[in-house]
């Protein structure tokens, strides 16, 4: 016979489940950052890319905060540059297709054109507002068969208050920060003491204490992945930080925006050999390492297994829900596609537009045994409660 005791959790989690109707997993609150759940370091990592900005506006307070509560374990964000020199979480170099820039006539004669990587790009770029005149902006949702109901409602962030979110979380998050478009922002934006962009960037790290090699002790209280596309930036921070860094690949026909190397050369056995001195792991495009033809996914690249041979992590980009974006060979099941890249290819991140969905997918094929949430609990309720069915 049960006795009273036994009954007290599934009393109090039916008024949960009640009162949120909603979450598995456990929600962002205050004050239990004494004896916070660690990162789990078991199954792959589920890295929140620009938030949850599947749901909300990307790389805004609300995206991130969404994506902690959907079970994140890291969240993902884009470093760029005021004009005044504030490291600010931001993705496109031009403020046109995500903010509202446009409605604010006082800003009308800010357009200019800019060589970014080479192509001549026109629009409102963020090296020519300041703080205080981004803060004035608004962020709109980036793709229109996304839910618009929160444009025009959120401000971008700056880089320390995006750290501040990762550390007030309920439990460890880690972030994984992108030093995004070097190039353009050391050409625009200056520094006292000539102090780079890169500089800062570690400088604001080291501020918020992250530091130590991966799965150190130190790292692990504060977990980060530093990212970036540019090979030239993650040599220069190697001499001033040994946190973990990860080097981004894009298309294969797209050069390195610093040193102009092709996508063969940066994925050959030697480039690997050489890169693997300095970073943790890869961030590869992921129909590069199953490319696709006609919407069909393809014989998988044997870059996964050449980077592991190495001892390097592949956390490839970016996997969505919506069916344009699943190949015929998933079935238009978001499920299906993490479940052939987890167990097929083997890969140890996922940058995800959808934290929620590979949360939920890790938790039923994979579960956090770590995890004191409702979701163990249910298990233990769904056990005690078998026998009397
Ligand atoms: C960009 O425009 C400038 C001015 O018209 C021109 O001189 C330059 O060649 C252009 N660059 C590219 C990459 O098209
Ligand atoms: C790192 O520091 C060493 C010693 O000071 C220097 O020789 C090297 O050029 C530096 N590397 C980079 C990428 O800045
Ligand atoms: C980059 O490399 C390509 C191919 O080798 C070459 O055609 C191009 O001129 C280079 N661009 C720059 C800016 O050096
Ligand atoms: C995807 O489907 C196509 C067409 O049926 C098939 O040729 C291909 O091998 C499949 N890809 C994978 C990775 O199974």
Same mark, same amino acid.
């Given at each position: ?139 709109? !949702? ?6 618009? !109901?929160?444009?025009?409602?959120? !401000? ?156 390097? !992590? ?76």
């Amino acid at each position: 016979m049960a006795s009273p005791s036994r009954f007290a959790p599934f009393v109090f989690l039916l008024l949960v489940i009640r009162s949120t109707a909603r979450p598995l997993y456990p929600l962002p609150g205050k004050g239990n950052h004494g004896s916070r759940q660690p990162l789990q370091t078991f199954r792959p990592y589920n890295i929140a890319h620009r938030g949850s900005n599947g749901e909300l506006p990307e790389e805004t307070h609300q995206a991130y905060m969404r994506a902690i509560e959907e079970g994140a374990d890291f969240i993902e964000t884009d470093i760029l540059s005021s004009k005044d020199g504030v490291l600010v979480c931001f993705h496109d170099v031009i403020l046109d297709d995500t903010t509202n820039v446009a409605n604010y006539k006082e800003f009308a004669d800010r357009k200019r054109t800019y060589e970014v990587q080479g192509v001549n790009t026109t629009g409102y770029f963020i090296v020519d507002f300041t703080l205080k005149e981004l803060k004035s902006l608004r962020v709109n !949702q980036r793709f229109s068969f996304r839910d618009q !109901q929160f444009n025009g409602k959120f !401000q971008i962030i700056t880089f320390e208050e995006f750290i501040t979110i990762a550390l007030d979380a309920p439990r460890v998050v880690g972030i994984y920060p992108e030093i995004k478009n070097p190039v353009l922002i050391n050409q625009y934006v200056k520094w006292s003491g000539g102090k780079k962009f890169e500089d800062k960037f570690v400088e604001t790290l080291h501020k918020f204490g992250y530091k130590g090699s991966y799965l150190s002790k130190n790292w692990l209280k504060q977990p980060v992945f530093i990212q970036s596309f540019a090979p030239t930036s993650l040599l220069y921070i190697s001499n001033q930080t040994d946190l973990p860094k990860v080097f981004l690949i894009d298309d294969v026909d797209i050069p390195t925006q610093d040193t102009n190397q092709s996508y063969w050369e940066i994925t050959s056995d030697t480039y690997l050999d050489y890169i693997k001195q300095y970073v943790l792991g890869i961030g590869p495009w992921k129909d590069t390492l199953v490319p696709v033809i006609n919407n069909y996914a393809m014989t998988p690249s044997d870059l996964v297994s050449r980077a592991h041979a190495r001892n390097l !992590q592949v956390h490839p980009y970016t996997y969505r829900n919506e069916n344009k974006y699943l190949h015929f060979n998933y079935s238009q099941d978001p499920y299906k596609e993490y479940d052939y890249w987890i167990n097929n290819i083997g890969v140890d991140g996922l940058f995800t537009d959808f934290t929620g969905s590979l949360h939920n997918f890790q938790e039923w094929t994979a579960p956090n045994h770590h995890d004191n949430t409702a979701s163990k609990l249910l298990h233990e309720i769904a056990l005690l409660a078998s026998p009397y069915e």
